[in-house]
């Protein structure tokens, strides 16, 4: 089975773009986990969802972070307006209930906003 | 909020060499899980631990919950070079439907030939 899927891998933006990034869970898992991961503050969780709902968005650091679960097979973070300090690595996970709670990551976007 | 302190940050040692990392807080976990990160990659479970006192083994690795769950460590014996990486813990606590996951900001390992 395929792990989680995220694109891009990289994006290179600059300062007042759009960004969206893109996340694929592994099939079946009904939680999703949207993570920023930088030296400074290490991994960080921004929002999840479970069945679609969001849960807990309390990490979502202001407005301009959104996120989105139209369906169990796909999810979207956008900001809107990106600023430098978003650059960082965003990563997106997944799992189940009935898991040891073990999250599944995907590979990361690495976002650099100049 | 639960905040978990991992040290050292950074470890760089020879192969062959023994090393453990740790990985405390003043709050109590339900469990408590390991992760390592390659560069490039996003975190990898290595193991949970669930019971106050708890040791697990993974071939040349230790793992090990504290009494009061508050705090667990990572032993590494006769380290190799594919044993570099981030080593990422993560609390999680019970509670509904809750699955949210604390991770503290790692250790960096590197492992020279």
């Known amino acids: 089975d395929a792990g989680v899927i995220q694109s891009p891998r990289h994006e290179v933006t600059e300062m007042g773009q759009e960004v969206t990034l893109r996340c694929k869970p592994i099939?079946?898992?009904?939680?999703l986990f949207w993570y920023r991961q930088t030296m400074m503050r290490g991994l960080e969780l921004l929002i999840y969802?479970?069945?679609?709902?969001?849960?807990?968005d309390s990490g979502m650091p202001e407005d301009r972070f959104s996120a989105k679960m139209p369906n169990a097979s796909f999810s979207t973070l956008k900001i809107q307006p990106s600023e430098p300090r978003d650059s960082a690595v965003y990563f997106c996970?997944?799992?189940?209930?009935?898991?040891?709670?073990?999250?599944?990551f995907g590979p990361g976007t690495r976002l650099t906003v100049t | 909020t639960q905040l978990l302190e991992q040290s050292p940050q950074f470890l760089s040692i020879q192969e062959g060499e023994n090393l453990t990392v740790y990985c405390n807080s003043s709050?109590?976990?339900?469990?408590l899980q390991w992760y390592r990160q390659e560069p490039g990659e996003g975190p990898v479970l290595l193991v949970t631990?669930?019971?106050?006192?708890e040791v697990k083994k993974l071939k040349r690795l230790t793992f090990q919950f504290g009494d009061a769950r508050k705090d667990s460590s990572l032993h590494i014996t006769a380290a190799q070079p594919g044993d570099t990486g981030l080593y990422l813990c993560?609390?999680?606590?019970?509670?509904?439907?809750?699955?949210?996951?604390?991770f503290g900001k790692g250790t960096l390992l590197t492992v020279n030939p």
């Open positions: 996970a997944s799992t189940h209930r009935g898991s040891t709670y073990e999250q599944y």
């Open positions: 099939s079946g898992h009904d939680y």
């Open positions: 969802f479970n069945n679609n709902v969001p849960i807990d």
């Open positions: 709050s109590v976990f339900s469990s």
């Open positions: 631990v669930v019971t106050g006192g």
């Open positions: 993560a609390g999680w606590n019970s509670g509904g439907s809750n699955y949210k996951l604390t």
